[in-house]
């Protein structure tokens, strides 16, 4: 199975910060890397997929890069709603296997 | 609306079986291959199953050692996923998610996704 890393596994920051969360896959997976944002009590929701393409109706203050095995979600000037967990997943092969997590929090 | 509402979840005692449906509305349910994926409290995202518009490719986490079945009925616009021989490290909000393909097909992310169904496996 290919293992994702993330990291920091939290971090604290204040609005309009710059913000970067790393990924790492343990073997290269191109770029089939997709981020997701979960909010407390709800579902994940897409971000970013193939590292660097924005889903449809999301910030563009979000973005994404990197390919092979190194990977990078950036949120530009940090919002009060981006204040979440985010999860790096890569869909390369079976089974698909998520990040641990980055627990993005107030400062 | 695209929807996906997940039900069945509950209390179930240690060894039993429990089955979650999930019910897609908005969209041509036929047409999407579906996932399950499950997060333990207080943890991250895990996969747990994967069936494609046809029920003809179907995968599952290695981990759930052949416990879990997964199924859809497209005439019900409906996802199910039977579990059994549960045990507590089964306890966790189960989401169903849509599997949007990209890449001339070969690639997939998860661009719907329910409010998931909370599973409780306890005596």
């Known amino acids: 199975d290919i293992q994702m890393t993330q990291s920091p596994s939290s971090l604290s920051a204040s609005i309009k910060d710059r913000v970067t969360i790393t990924c790492r896959a343990s073997?290269?997976?191109?770029?089939?890397l997709n981020w997701y944002q979960q909010k407390p009590g709800q579902a994940p929701k897409l971000l970013i997929y193939a590292a660097s393409s924005l889903q449809s109706g999301v910030s563009s203050r979000f973005s994404g890069s990197g390919s092979g095995t190194d990977f990078t979600l950036t949120i530009s000037s940090l919002q009060p709603e981006d204040f979440a967990t985010y999860y790096c997943q890569q869909s390369y092969n079976s089974p698909l296997t998520f990040g641990g997590g980055t627990k993005v929090e107030i400062k | 609306e695209v929807q996906l509402v997940e039900s069945g979840g509950g209390l179930v005692q240690p060894g039993g079986s429990r089955r979650l449906s999930c019910a897609a509305s908005g969209f041509t349910f036929s047409s999407y291959s579906m996932n399950w994926v499950r997060q333990a409290p207080g943890k991250g995202l895990e996969w747990v199953s994967y069936?494609?518009?046809?029920?003809?490719?179907?995968y599952y986490a290695d981990s759930l050692k052949g416990r879990f079945t997964i199924s859809r009925d497209n005439a019900k616009n409906s996802l199910y996923l039977h579990m059994n021989s549960l045990s507590a490290e089964d306890t966790a909000m189960y989401y169903c998610a849509r599997a949007w393909y990209y890449d001339l097909g070969n690639f997939y992310y998860m661009d719907v996704w329910g409010k998931g169904t909370t599973v409780t496996v306890s005596s």
């Open positions: 069936i494609s518009s046809s029920s003809r490719t179907i």
């Open positions: 073997q290269s997976i191109s770029r089939y």
